[in-house]
């Protein structure tokens, strides 16, 4: 796979920086209470708090390790574009198809995909599709061999309400 876009909403960087702290600060300190606790009550070997307290150590290490690294690497996209009517990172849009079904999404940095929000990665053949394309144009889309004609219907750079 190529390397993931490194472009994030001011609210997406708020949100990793956030987990990072809950996991450092908070988690770590209470699975290490725990794994020294149960570490001392003897035999480690067929101790089941302490082999699933290690566990959970590694699992928030490597997280806290992973989001250390993604933070210092993502680029913080604030800006609304010159031109509010094209779609560029961070744009809501609204896609009508050719039954008239209705699609909202957002173009978001990989870090922040949910598609229940229908918030969509850049990276996505769809975002790529849509980067650089104006509100009212019509264009087709071909996933996975299917055709789907879509109308872009509205472009925004704030949360619809």
Known sequence: ??????????????????EHDLLWRIKRPVVTQAVSEAAALGD???????????KQLREIDRRVRYL??????????SEIPENPRKIYFGAWVILENEHGEEKHLRLV???????????????AP???TLLGKEQDTEFPFIHEGTTTDYT??????????
């Open 109 to 123: 940095g990989p870090d922040e995909l949910d598609l229940s929000k229908g918030w969509i990665s850049i990276d």
């Open 152 to 161: 872009i219907m509205s472009v925004s750079y704030t949360e619809p309400e």
């Open 44 to 54: 480690r070997s067929e101790n089941a708090e302490y082999i699933y307290g290690k």
């Open 1 to 18: 796979m190529p390397p993931s876009s490194r472009y994030i909403t001011p609210e997406g960087y708020q949100r990793l920086e956030q």
């Open 68 to 77: 250390r690294k993604r933070l210092e690497q993502l680029k913080i996209v």
């Open 126 to 128: 769809l975002a790529r």
